[in-house]
């Protein structure tokens, strides 16, 4: 699945297919004049302003501003990456995805792996409801509490006791038999034969983010170890990447404002039945890295529940190294410890889903645990003992990547310890939050609940100017043939401007590729500050009767006219740092008429 998608590829995959299609499949639009309407499928309103444009191919919501192409909108309401999402698409448009290098996206071999896989999902659901020794299975499940909704949900099934019963339903060739064994289904024997690896079990199918059976759990039926057996890691599935339960989640809860991370598959699907769907499970190994960059790209408050023995306060010692450098500002990380000797599963059985919530809702905070993990050996009573926590604590939190909280629990550690945060070491190449936090591009924006304050002149026309060029990019957007009216953009450059180098890199795509539709433009800068502002200027509604060239012409005219001013500005004051004796004739002559210039 390594290397990049080529830009050409995706250019030509958005001009094949229709964004009203893809959306219209997912989101009950109406005509309404040239465009679609429908409820935004992003937040909750009563009257529709989600509107898709067909002719220019994007979407766009007037109350919440989410904006984009079919890739964009793919990726927000399925949760797909990048890569994920323009599969999706390829896949509606019947072609497969190339990558630099040669390589497809998934390869032939890895969608016969991911097809024998999901076959098998089917078969073993169906053995759980129409196998002559199935009965025990329902029993177990029927004891544990489950019922036939959540069975289905789930795509809980059941491998059959004996060596051959996948193998002769699903392995009818050499071919089959092979890919069945390199997706882990079957195991080789020493003499050349193969047998099931999945024998008497209840199968828990393991979803990938497309919803693919990529692997499977089996817990065993009868007193055989291990009482849980794992899929081995294949082409297309890899443990400490994949998180049990998370497909489902995501499919069932749109908007995920927090995850439970557990250890068990009954845990997942216990939680579930009970209305808690916004646990996943680790597959019985420990948390990893990538598990936990995976949950932040859904969510941005991720609890980690642990037994309360000693085995559980390892785990959570553990997942605290994992969560630490993890923890861009705006995430947040909790735990939650069970009492002694129950599990999520039997948790939510005897106290119910409202009492599991609250206990969730009340979950330490990694900030709160961090300290509670290093100093509960520690006597802060005495000064050793203040100096050996800091010692501890400081190289943990300037591990954190986040400048806003890196410097708040700095604060708090000197508070706990008795000196001031900035006595404290600053780690090396991290700069104190007043220097970090003006490149901190994960710092999220918060809205000013005050008035501002009232625009000086030169405000005044900072705005006015960042105006003009907002214009324009609009213009270019909605009319992309402007850009040969442009004679020299050299003549911009002495405007500070914030978007004038959104308006060059504008300039540059669209002679770039200038027969490309505004929703394959838009994928340039999908995921950015500038993707946004460029949907928004591209959502708005051109002034009834207007002249686009005329207005182009005459808005880059005005920001002309500014540029040549502040460079006469500039050029004026290099002037008067010398005495008028000292000027040159020709230095003279260009004094004065900037003089009668700068009195326009």
Same mark, same amino acid.
Request: charged fraction near 25%; proline fraction near 6%; aromatic fraction near 8%.
């Given at each position: ?12 995959? &958005? ?25 935004? #499928? ?23 501003? +989410? ?92 491998? #059959?006791?004996?060596?051959?019963? &996948? ?17 882990? $289904? ?13 024998? @008497? ?36 599935? @890899? ?11 995501? *499919? ?24 808690? %769907? ?6 019985? !190994? ?70 599991? *919530? ?32 800091? %010692? ?23 508070? *706990? ?29 918060? #809205? ?27 213009? &270019?957007?909605? @009319?992309?043939? $402007?850009? !040969? ?77 500014? +540029? ?37």
């Amino acid at each position: 699945m390594s290397g990049r998608i080529p830009q050409q590829f995706i250019d030509d995959l &958005l001009e094949r297919v229709d964004i009203v299609d893809v959306i219209d499949s997912r989101v009950n639009l109406r005509k309404s004049g040239k465009n679609y309407t429908a409820l935004c #499928p992003f937040h909750d309103e009563k009257s529709p302003s989600f509107s898709v444009n067909p002719d220019k191919q994007f979407y766009y919501c007037f109350g919440c501003g +989410a904006g984009g192409n079919a890739i964009g909108f793919l990726m927000e309401y399925e949760r797909l990456d990048f890569p994920a999402a323009v599969e999706k698409l390829a896949g509606v448009a019947g072609v497969e995805v190339p990558r630099e290098g040669g390589a497809a996206a998934t390869s032939p071999r890895q969608a016969e792996l991911a097809s024998r896989l999901e076959g098998a999902a089917r078969w073993f659901q169906a053995q759980l409801r129409t196998h002559a020794q199935a009965a025990q299975a329902r029993q177990y499940l029927q004891g544990r509490g489950l019922s036939e909704e959540t069975i289905e949900r789930f795509g809980i099934g059941f491998a #059959p006791p004996g060596w051959d019963g &996948l193998l002769n339903a699903l392995g009818r060739s050499e071919a089959d038999r092979k890919l069945l064994l390199d997706a882990g $289904l079957l195991i080789a024997r020493d003499d050349g034969g193969l047998y099931d690896r999945f024998r @008497h079990r209840i199968m828990f199918p393991i979803r990938d983010n497309r919803g693919r059976a990529v692997a499977f759990g089996g817990r065993v039926l009868t007193d055989e170890k291990p009482k849980y057996l794992n899929s081995p890691e294949t082409a297309i599935f @890899h443990k400490s990447q994949e998180l049990y339960g998370l497909f489902e989640a995501r *499919r069932t809860v749109r908007d995920l404002d927090r995850v439970l991370v557990v250890e068990g598959y009954m845990d997942v699907v216990m939680l579930a039945q009970h209305g808690i %769907n916004n646990a996943t499970g680790t597959l019985g !190994t420990s948390l990893t890295s990538n598990h936990l960059q995976r949950l932040y790209r859904y969510t941005p408050s991720v609890v980690f529940c642990f037994d309360g023995d000693e085995a559980g306060r390892k785990a959570a010692a553990r997942a605290l190294e994992i969560a630490l450098p993890a923890m861009q500002d705006g995430r947040q990380a909790s735990f939650l410890f069970l009492p002694e000797g129950e599990d999520p599963d039997s948790l939510v059985q005897r106290i119910g889903a409202d009492a599991f *919530r609250q206990l969730v809702s009340a979950a330490t905070p990694l900030s709160e645990y961090l300290f509670e993990h290093y100093g509960q050996t520690i006597d802060l009573e005495h000064l050793d003992g203040r100096a050996r926590l800091s %010692n501890l604590l400081l190289p943990a939190i300037n591990r954190i990547p986040g400048a806003v909280f890196r410097e708040l629990m700095r604060t708090a550690l000197a508070e *706990r310890v008795g000196m001031a945060a900035n006595r404290l070491p600053q780690a090396p190449g991290q700069a104190p939050l007043a220097a970090a936090s003006q490149t901190d591009a994960t710092l999220p924006a918060r #809205p000013r609940a005050t008035r501002p304050p009232t625009p000086t002149p030169a405000a005044t026309i900072q705005r006015r100017v960042q105006g003009s060029t907002r214009h324009a990019i609009r213009l &270019l957007l909605q @009319h992309p043939g $402007l850009v !040969t009216r442009i004679p020299d953009f050299e003549r911009l450059e002495a405007l500070e401007d914030p978007d004038l180098p959104l308006l060059r890199q504008l300039v540059k795509q669209l002679e770039r590729t200038p027969h490309t539709s505004l929703g394959a433009m838009l994928g340039y800068w999908y995921g950015t500050e500038s993707g946004e502002l460029l949907t928004r200027l591209a959502a708005e509604d051109p002034m009834p009767g207007a002249d686009p060239e005329r207005e182009f012409d005459d808005v880059m005219q005005h920001l002309a006219q500014r +540029a040549g001013r502040k460079t006469a500005t500039e050029q004026l004051r290099e002037l008067e740092r010398m005495s008028f004796a000292e000027l040159s004739p020709a230095q003279k002559q260009q004094y004065l008429e900037l003089l009668q210039l700068r009195k326009k």
